[in-house]
């Protein structure tokens, strides 16, 4: 605005004043007073610099260094106990009006907010604050409130602002504003409102106006209600300044009743606005010319010489009123000095001179109310008491309730008003004493007796004892003139006062504040210019005086007299009181502290620790959700089964069903039962009819039986020795009793006693000698088998450990599970007749021990030996037939799930035999045998039996002896579970690598020591140097986005830190909390980030979109879901850091006093209100919004746990619908602006727009029900949906979609992969039953359950982009997938298949496809091994190589593999080439693929080509296996191996 905009504003404001259309009475708030300078005077207007500053900085720290102990002065200067009256004669009334006209033109009691604490150490042994002698005490002196735009720079100190007017205008009775103003008055009367009937006490404060509101004697606040509303915020401090705002509260309705008598068509307004006039008009004469006068002892000639009459002047607007820093840090202090320790309470009801009683002034602060209100003419007794009461002594002895017991805050409830006066000084940065006298125009002061000759000079016979002491604490401490000169103002001042009252300074210093208040004051009630009054009526004014008032306010009164002037004692007959000393009064009460946090410790610990187990509390909700619902599905489980009992009973052939308990932690399972009279034996099978068990009870003794006595009676246990224990469940007793009927029966027939035992179920459930107990055994039988075996360091068990296993057995069961395979194999049969030499049906430790040491330890001819003797029927085992030959391989291939039949079996056997010219024998001898298998003895020199009980117990670690080769392995970061066969020699896992077309092995093209000498050898250093380049270039743009990622988030959270460590270092909350604040400040902007970010991972369509962009050359997308974890750690690394940071903070803060708390803007603490702990939670939208997110956090994480989906996958789906209200809760959070603006929008708003655009999207796909044309239940728990294309369905071979069926949950949807080829009509997948929702769909998609109904609909929603959809981008690509993993595989290769039918192969780039599928079984996946026949079909140029790992079988050296590798090479040349396990070309083979060693191959047939593509699909533990290979290959070879995968 320019100077010549405010100049028109300021005359139109003129204007309208004067002409009646803006205020026609004088302003509440001082502006306008004087129109030239409108802001002169108001109220929070800076207090008036009349002299320099002295600021340490020459800026705002305080001085005071090199001056004395401010407690140190006030014990030796100012000490005293009072009783001496006023050597002229002033009353109490006098000295406690002083305290009404300082409050009238000064309110600077207000702290800084945020508040500086300024320390004042005591003096050691100080006898009221430091008793004990700890000499660690300090006194707290709050700095005052400044105005904020100046302590900015030498230039501009801080200045100090008063909150009060600095006329004379009644802002004592009416406050400081307009609002507060109103709030006292009747409105319908023009009275100021009344609390009774008769008006004599204000109304209540009922609408709490901000009163000061200190603690009382007893440390307790005074309900701010009960209170009188009045118009200074200090009238309640002593009964004597509230009985004044009373008497002047009366004294303004006592006017308005004469007015409204006078002239009755007043108007409410204007009988306010006219008594309000006088009243100020008559408080103006009191103050300018009855108070101050006696005040500085002028009589009527001086009266004139230092206070001329008004009108010799009149009002001059050029005079500044404002009120002067050492006005109101020294000068107005001096009536301190007055007030004495009683307040006397004159009884009127009696005519002579009467004490009715009196109360000290330490005991009433802040709780007056109670002592005028004590009796129902409280106010007038203390109001004619303090007219009858003299005050103290004009000297410098200030009375104790003011130097010792003054009020101060809660934790610090007595204080020093003395010293406070001092720390005022020099928080305003007041010159010393002698530069004051200076600047003011007086002269210096040198020595002690010129400050003040007639006290300090006066013979020591005369001197008190504390003016004695006074005088040598000054030469003391002041000693010479340097040190003089260091004396702050207040004491300067003070030491200067005399009999007369006021020294030089003082006296300087108050005429001049009070002829400018008076001179410069339009509204003063002489200045006949403002037409406020007239002659008579400015007479009128003049000759009125406060006991008029009084006498007025209180002409009901038939007793007692009152002297004229009330401020000066009467004589004669007018009542006075003696003054008493303050050693005579009651006690003052003792200083004491206070813990604000009293009250919060365990609302703090039982909270911090809720919080702390929140996460734990949220874990064991989804273990109990998990357990109902696993409880639920047992329940619904165990009906079916009961069900299917009853509906599979077989009466006819004997078969008997029940339910197998098989121990505290394992599930229990359907059973059939069936008894063979015929061996004595008890069958055990599935329901589906596999074997499980053969109890035989041959060659027991007898028989035991435990029958449930408890829970139904349907349980019962057959105990079974050298094996485990057989507990079955009954559907009902009936049932269990035919059960014990059959096998009476049975062991009767067998001549068997049975022995039945009557118990509880739980005593059967304790006892029972489980398949679990029986494994424990079984675990310490094969360590001490394999450790006398291979030598190696076993740790002895104790003697009857070592007896009970060296009389350990092993059954048939046991044994075939122990070589993995099932019990009814005849390859089994044929093993454990072998080692059970004495054929007792069960082998015994030396037994095993002796077939342990043959295969680790034995020969290839006694290898072969025993093979041939397993072969061998006759018990002599001399010769071995071709049926014997015949059926072993034919138990070999059943076991690796092979379709070879007896036919081709057969065929195999004999060319076999005609190759070694045995074909002719019908009984093969041992040497024929041996000339059988010569040409595979590389297959057996090394065989082993792979034992699988032996890798429970048997580590490196435990052995002696490690063969050097499987150590050279390890070094190489091989292991066990990554063998792979070695077929010809081969050192690779492709066989078949094709090359330019060739079908050869790359064993035949490149030579093992040309691979060798090819490769760089490179020392440790260089090793991983390049090792740690082609990590990074294997991922650079994931390592590129992460660094911008973390550092977006370190720059975020880094500049909120700096933000308020640095800038913010002297704000209020940061100096409460420290650096907790930065700290959660910076976490807040971390979460806001990364919360926000998030929801950019979660918009798939876009994601989808910008893959097939050129972005995608730059951008991993395919990584969206990683990245997607990775934020939500990182967020909830920053919550966690957030939330911990406010737990520091909230104690800081809930440790500090309500007036501290002004540093929150936007909350308003009531003065007695003291906030605990808990109100910072859940006292505020901030706090509780804070506590819900944190729940609902900590709720989302948990249950988004991989855990928590694979088995409540519903709970995880609720939970994370959280999101929307976590959300919400955010922006409310910091809604209420009480630390910052939120800036959680600007990081927020984009991400929510993507999101809520691309969801929908997905919404305009998801709700178009798609029908199910087909649905076939496959092995291993899958089942293939096949569904119709949905309208502008397009996608790419790998992709994948989001499913839900409306069977289910019609929102709750998954994902998988897509295993049709984009070319047809049709869409598939493929889904394994793993958790509840996918058991639920083959439950659904059952035939058995559909019967003739309609398959369910689904929604689906996608496609979705996905790394293996980039195959063809490479010039070589290599797929691995493994289980249910090979399923976008599916797709890729039927859509590659596609392209060759077409002969497009032309428009990708991509030339040679390595398929490596990892399985259990080649029969769990039959659909894919059609796909990959087609592919063998159309591929005649081999541009696709198939290598096919079966790991659930044996490893390379095993005797099962060797042999089953005999019949693959034969088989092949009998059938073209094709696998004997999977009718393929492919090669087959057993065990895991060595990955590096198949890239290594793949480098070495494309050298030309320096990136390879390699995807793969599955389990966590293939993925990582394929990335250690890549970045193996990587290193060793000049190629780099590209890795892309998903996990399921």
């Known amino acids: 605005m320019t100077t010549g905009s405010m ?445 003040n000759n007639e006290t300090l000079n006066h013979q020591p016979c005369l001197k008190s004892y504390y003016l004695i002491k006074m005088l040598d604490f000054l030469h003391e401490t002041f000693n010479g003139t340097q040190y003089l000169d260091e004396m702050d103002v207040f004491v300067g001042g003070m030491l200067e006062t005399t009999d007369k009252g006021p020294g030089e300074l003082f006296r300087t210093i108050l005429l001049d504040q009070f002829l400018r208040l008076r001179d410069g004051d339009r509204f003063w009630f002489e200045n006949k210019e403002n037409g406020q009054f007239t002659k008579d009526e400015i007479d009128i004014i003049k000759h009125t005086t406060l006991g008029e008032i009084i006498n007025n306010v209180t002409g009901q009164l038939r007793h007692g007299k009152l002297q004229p002037d009330v401020f000066t004692l009467g004589t004669g007959e007018f009542c006075h009181f003696e003054p008493v000393n303050a050693s005579s009064l009651p006690e003052c009460p003792p200083h004491t502290g206070y813990d604000y946090f009293s009250g919060s410790e365990i609302s703090f610990i039982v909270i911090w620790t809720c919080v702390g187990i929140l996460p734990f509390l949220c874990g064991l909700l989804a273990y109990v959700l998990y357990h109902i619902k696993h409880h639920r599905d047992a329940e619904s489980l165990k009906q079916k089964r009961n069900e299917r009992l009853r509906r ?336 010809k020699g081969s050192t690779m896992s ?52 992460l660094i911008i990622f973390f550092g977006i988030c370190l720059g975020v959270a880094g500049e909120r830190f700096y933000y308020y460590t640095i800038e913010r270092e002297h704000s209020g909350l940061r100096q409460i909390t420290g650096l907790g604040l930065s700290v959660t400040r910076a976490a807040a902007a971390g979460m806001s980030f990364t919360f926000s970010l998030i929801l950019l991972t979660m918009c798939r369509n876009t994601i989808t979109w910008l893959r097939g962009t050129f972005l995608n050359f730059y951008i991993p997308f395919d990584s969206h879901v990683a990245f997607h974890k990775v934020i939500a750690w990182t967020a909830l690394f920053f919550t966690a850091m957030h939330v911990i940071g406010y737990g520091f903070n909230f104690y800081h803060v809930a440790t500090q006093p309500t007036k501290f708390l002004c540093v929150f803007e936007t909350i308003v603490f009531r003065s007695e209100f003291q906030p605990a702990f808990h109100w910072w939670l859940f006292g505020n939208m901030t706090g509780f919004t804070g506590v819900l997110l944190t729940v609902v956090i900590c709720i989302i994480y948990v249950f988004a746990t991989q855990t928590a989906r694979r088995y409540i996958f519903g709970a995880f789906w609720l939970t994370h619908k959280l999101i929307l209200p976590l959300y919400i809760m955010a922006i409310l959070h910091g809604a209420s602006v009480i630390v910052q603006k939120p800036l959680f929008f600007a990081y927020f708003v984009i991400p929510a727009i993507l999101l809520t655009v691309d969801k929908l999207v997905s919404l305009s796909r998801k709700k178009s029900p798609i029908s199910v044309v087909r649905a076939e239940h496959l092995p291993s728990d899958v089942t293939m949906i096949e569904f119709k294309r949905p309208p502008r369905f397009e996608y790419k071979s790998g992709q994948w979609v989001r499913v839900a069926c409306l069977g289910q949950s019609p929102s709750e949807y998954h994902p998988f992969t897509l295993t049709s080829a984009p070319h047809e009509d049709t869409l598939s997948v493929h889904v394994r039953a793993l958790g509840p929702w996918t058991w639920n769909i083959r439950s659904l998609f059952d035939p058995e359950n559909l019967k003739d109904r309609a398959y369910p609909k689904l929604y689906v929603d996608g496609p979705y982009g996905a790394g293996q959809q980039d195959w063809y981008t490479y010039d070589v690509s290599i797929l691995v997938g493994a289980g249910i993993g090979v399923t976008p595989y599916a797709s890729i290769l039927k859509d590659f298949v596609h392209m060759s039918q077409i002969k497009s192969t032309y428009k990708i780039r991509c030339q040679k496809l390595y398929f490596v599928w990892v399985t259990g079984s080649q029969r769990h996946y039959e659909w894919l091994i059609d796909i990959l026949r087609q592919v063998e079909d159309v591929d005649l140029s081999g541009i696709v190589t198939i290598d096919i790992f079966i790991t659930q079988f044996f490893q390379k050296f095993d005797l099962r593999t060797a042999l089953l590798y005999i019949c693959e090479e034969h088989f092949q040349k009998l059938s073209g080439g094709r696998s004997v396990f999977t009718g393929l070309k492919a090669n087959t083979h057993f065990g895991r693929p060595q990955l590096s060693k198949m890239m290594e191959a793949v480098n070495k047939s494309h050298p030309q080509v320096r990136k390879v593509g390699v995807f793969s699909c599955g389990p966590p533990g293939l993925t990582k296996g394929v990335e250690k290979a890549c970045m193996e290959s990587s290193r060793t070879t000049k190629a780099l191996f590209e890795h892309h995968f998903e996990n399921f």
């Open 7 to 451: 100049l028109l504003l300021l005359l139109l404001q003129i204007f309208l004043i004067n002409h009646g259309f803006g205020q026609q009475w004088q302003r509440f708030d001082g502006r306008f007073n004087n129109l030239g300078n409108v802001h002169w005077g108001r109220a929070g207007c800076r207090l008036f610099s009349n002299i320099s500053t002295c600021y340490l900085d020459f800026t705002y720290k305080a001085p005071g260094i090199r001056r004395p102990n401010p407690r140190d002065i006030s014990n030796n200067v100012f000490r005293g106990n009072g009783g001496t009256k006023s050597v002229n004669g002033r009353t109490a009334l006098f000295a406690f009006f002083g305290q009404v006209v300082s409050y009238e033109i000064l309110h600077t009691d207000d702290s800084t907010c945020p508040v500086e604490v300024l320390s004042v150490p005591v003096p050691t042994g100080d006898p009221h604050f430091d008793p004990d002698g700890t000499g660690t005490k300090f006194m707290p002196y709050e700095r005052k409130l400044y105005d904020t735009t100046t302590g900015q720079s030498p230039n501009n100190p801080r200045k100090q602002v008063n909150k009060a007017t600095s006329y004379i205008d009644g802002s004592f009775i009416y406050g400081y504003s307009e609002v507060w103003a109103n709030a006292l008055r009747d409105h319908e009367t023009g009275k100021l409102a009344k609390s009774d009937t008769f008006g004599r006490f204000p109304q209540l404060n009922t609408m709490r106006l901000p009163f000061d509101s200190v603690p009382n004697a007893t440390g307790a606040y005074v309900d701010p209600e009960s209170l009188w509303t009045l118009g200074d915020p200090h009238v309640q401090e002593n009964p004597a300044l509230l009985s004044l705002a009373v008497l002047f509260y009366r004294w303004h309705n006592k006017l308005v009743d004469d007015f409204k008598e006078k002239d009755p068509s007043l108007t409410p307004h204007e009988l306010f606005y006219t008594a309000r006039k006088w009243v100020v008009a008559t408080y103006q004469k009191i103050v300018m010319y009855d108070w101050l006068p006696k005040l500085l002892n002028l009589n009527e000639s001086e009266m004139e010489q230092f206070i001329p009459p008004y009108h010799l002047k009149g009002y001059q607007r050029s005079v500044d009123p404002r009120a002067t820093a050492v006005f109101d840090a020294a000068a107005m202090k001096y009536i301190l000095t007055l007030i004495p320790s009683e307040i006397v309470l004159r009884d009127l009801m009696k005519d002579n001179c009467v004490k009715k009683s009196s109360v000290r002034l330490c005991n009433t602060y802040w709780d007056s109310q109670k002592v005028l209100t004590a009796d129902v003419n409280g106010v007038e007794e203390i109001l004619f008491g303090l007219a009858s009461q003299p005050a103290e002594k004009e000297d410098t002895e200030v009375v104790p309730d003011i130097r010792e017991s003054f009020y101060g805050p809660l934790h610090y409830s007595r204080h020093d008003a003395v010293v406070l006066t001092i720390m005022k000084g020099r928080d305003y940065g007041l010159e010393t004493y002698n530069k004051v006298r200076k600047e003011i125009g007086l002269g210096k002061k040198s020595t002690w007796e010129e400050i």
């Open 990 to 1041: 492709l066989d078949r690598v094709s090359h330019k077309g060739s079908t050869s092995s790359l064993n035949e093209i490149i030579h093992p020591r040309l691979q060798l000498a090819l490769r760089e050898k490179y020392s440790p250093v260089k090793a991983k140097v390049k090792s740690l380049k082609h990590f990074i270039e294997n991922n650079k743009q994931h390592i590129f986005f």
């Open 648 to 983: 599979l009973v077989r009466v006819t052939s004997g078969w008997i069903t029940a339910i197998e308990w098989r121990g505290e932690k394992e599930s229990p399972r359907n059973v059939e039962l069936q008894f063979h009279d015929r061996n004595c034996q008890l069958w055990m099978s599935s329901h589906h009819g596999s074997h499980i068990r053969t109890i035989s009870f041959h060659n027991m003794a007898h028989v035991e039986l435990w029958l449930s006595s408890t829970k139904g009676q349907t349980t019962l246990l057959i105990y079974v020795p050298r094996e485990y224990d057989l507990v079955l469940e009954f559907p009902t007793v009936h049932e269990r009793s035919l059960f014990v009927s059959s096998i009476e029966q049975l062991l009767t027939n067998c001549e068997k006693e049975i022995v039945q035992k009557s118990m509880k179920l739980k005593e059967i459930y304790q006892r029972a000698t489980t398949k679990v107990k029986r494994n424990q055994k079984l675990e310490m039988f094969f360590k001490q088998v394999f450790s006398e075996a291979l030598d190696m360091d076993y740790v002895p068990v104790r003697d009857s450990d070592n007896m009970e296993t060296l009389d350990f057995e092993l059954t048939k069961e046991e044994f075939a599970e122990a070589l993995g395979v099932k019990s009814d194999s005849d390859f089994v049969m044929q093993m454990f007749n072998m080692v059970d030499n004495n054929a007792d049906g069960y082998i015994s430790f030396k037994e095993f021990l002796a077939t342990v040491v043959l295969f680790s330890k034995g020969s290839s001819e006694d290898k072969l030996h025993m093979l041939f003797k397993m072969c061998s029927s006759h018990e002599e085992g001399g010769t071995v037939t071709m049926q014997e030959l015949t059926t072993l391989f034919k138990s070999l291939l059943e076991m690796a799930n092979s379709d070879v039949d007896v036919a081709s079996v057969e065929k195999i056997v004999t060319d076999m035999c005609t190759v070694c010219g045995v074909q002719n024998n019908a009984r093969i001898g041992f040497p024929e045998f041996c000339q059988i298998f010569s040409p595979q003895m590389d297959h057996l020199n090394n065989i082993n039996l792979d034992w699988k009980g032996a890798k429970k117990c048997l580590s490196p670690a435990n052995g002696k002896k490690t063969d050097k080769k499987s150590h050279q392995q390890k070094r190489k970061g091989s292991t066990a579970s990554l063998d792979i066969d070695s077929r």
